[in-house]
C-alpha cells in the first residue's frame, strides 16, 4: 500500500492548554539517512506532562512523544543498518533513541559526555512541526527520522508493549545505575514507584542487590513494583511524615540506611530526605529531576557527616539503548514491562492520555494511531 500524502498528529501550540489535531503533508522524497515510520505506538512520559504544563524551555509548536516504535515506510539513501549493524528494511519494525549528539564537540569526543552535546536535539521536545518535514514526535501517525538517527531493529520475539511499556524510563535507569554502581548484595532504595522508578528496581535486582525497597505511590504502582521484585513497598499515602518515613527505612535495614538511593520522582523535598535514608558511605542518585521543578532547603553537613557519594544522570546514550533492548528480551519473563501499557488512546484523545498521566490515574498511557 502507497504512503499518503497527509497524516494527522496532535499538537502542542500553547502551553497549559489542549492539543489540537493537525494534518500535515508528508515528505514525498527522503534525506539521505533519513526514514520515515508508520508510528505503531508511542509512550507517554511524565516529561510529556512537563512540557505540556510549560515547565520546560521549548519552542511551539510541538508533536510531543519522544518514546516510539512503528514500522520502516521508507528508507532514505544511505540508509542501511542500524546502530547494531543491523540490515534495514522496508516494513522493519524500529524503535530509535529519543536525541542524536553531534559527536565532535567538546562533550562528545573530548569528555565522552554526550548527553551534555549543545547541539543535541530530542524528538517530541526540540523541533517545531510548523516547518517540514514536521512528523517529529511520537504522537502522530507518521514519524520522520532525520538522518543521523540512532535507530534500533527490533527482535521479532519482542513484544511492542514491552518496548514502549519501559520507554525511555529504562535506558534513563541503565544510564543512572551504570553511574551509580551496585555492588554484590547491595539494599538499594527507590525513590518513586512510575515508570523510572519500576525500571531502576528491575535494573537493581538483576545487578547483584539483595534487598530493593521502594518508597512511592499510588497503591496501584506500588503493587507494580511487587509484580517487579521489590521486597518491600512503603506507601507515601500512609507514611506521611518524612521522618517516619526515614525511621522505616532504617527499620528495613537493620538501623543503618541503604547502601545506595536512587531518587526516581521528581519532587525536589525528595532529596533531603533520601539523603537522610542512605547508609554512612552510601551512594545517592539524582536521576528524576529532568524538568527543573525549583529549589529545596538541603543541609550539606549530611554529605559530609554521612561521607556520601551524591551523583547525577542525565538521559542517556545509543549503547543503553542497545542494552536495553537486549534486557527486556532477556527478561520478558522476570519483568512484566508490557503490563505497564494500562491505557490506551488514538491521536485525537491525546488530551485525555496527557490528562490521565498527569493525575497518576495510570502506570503507562500510551498513543496507539
Avoid at 243 to 254: C, E, P, Q, W
Wanted: hydrophobic letters at 40%.
Amino acid at each position: 500500500m502507497s504512503t499518503p500524502r497527509t497524516a494527522r498528529a496532535s499538537v502542542l501550540e500553547r502551553f497549559n492548554a489542549p492539543l489540537t489535531v493537525r494534518e500535515y503533508p508528508l515528505p514525498r522524497e527522503l534525506e539521505a539517512g533519513a526514514a520515515l515510520v508508520k508510528t505503531e505506538m508511542a509512550g507517554i512520559c511524565g516529561t510529556d506532562v512537563h512540557l505540556w504544563k510549560g515547565e520546560l524551555p521549548i519552542t511551539l509548536p510541538v508533536i510531543l512523544g519522544h518514546e516510539t516504535v512503528g514500522r520502516i515506510e521508507q528508507l532514505g539513501p544511505g540508509l542501511e543498518i542500524d546502530w547494531s549493524g543491523q540490515p534495514l528494511r522496508i516494513g522493519d519494525r524500529v524503535a530509535w533513541t529519543s536525541a542524536t549528539s553531534c559527536g565532535k564537540c567538546y562533550f562528545c569526543a573530548e569528555k565522552r559526555q554526550p548527553t551534555r552535546c549543545p547541539h543535541r536535539r530530542a524528538y517530541g521536545i526540540g523541533y517545531r512541526c510548523d516547518q517540514p518535514p514536521h512528523f517529529l514526535g511520537g504522537y502522530a501517525e507518521y514519524h520522520y527520522l532525520r538522518p543521523g538517527v540512532n535507530v534500533f531493529r527490533l527482535p521479532d520475539d519482542l513484544d511492542t508493549a514491552f518496548v514502549v511499556g519501559a520507554g525511555c524510563a529504562l535506558v534513563t535507569a541503565i544510564h543512572g545505575i551504570e553511574r551509580t554502581g551496585i555492588e554484590w548484595q547491595d539494599t538499594v532504595l527507590v525513590q518513586g514507584a512510575g515508570p523510572v522508578g519500576i525500571s531502576a528496581l528491575a535494573i537493581a535486582k538483576t545487578s547483584g542487590a539483595s534487598k530493593v525497597i521502594v518508597i512511592g505511590g499510588p497503591a496501584s504502582r506500588l503493587e507494580m513494583a511487587r509484580r517487579f521484585g521489590a521486597d518491600h513497598v512503603i506507601d507515601i499515602d500512609k507514611v506521611r511524615e518524612p521522618a517516619a518515613r526515614i525511621d522505616a527505612v532504617r527499620g528495613l535495614t537493620g538501623g543503618y540506611g541503604a547502601d545506595a538511593v536512587l531518587e526516581c520522582v521528581g519532587q525536589p523535598a525528595a532529596v533531603a530526605e533520601g539523603m537522610e535514608m542512605c547508609r554512612d558511605g552510601g551512594r545517592y542518585l539524582v536521576l528524576g529531576h529532568y524538568c527543573d521543578a525549583g529549589p529545596t532547603a538541603l543541609n550539606p553537613h549530611v554529605i559530609t557527616r554521612k561521607q556520601l557519594r551524591v551523583i547525577g544522570s542525565w538521559s542517556s546514550e545509543p549503547r543503553h539503548m542497545k542494552a536495553a533492548i537486549e534486557f527486556l528480551q532477556a527478561t520478558r519473563d522476570l519483568f512484566p514491562f508490557d503490563q505497564m501499557v494500562s491505557h490506551r488512546f488514538n491521536v485525537d484523545r491525546c488530551n485525555e492520555a496527557l490528562a490521565t498521566t498527569a493525575a497518576w490515574n495510570c502506570a503507562k498511557s500510551v498513543i496507539v494511531p
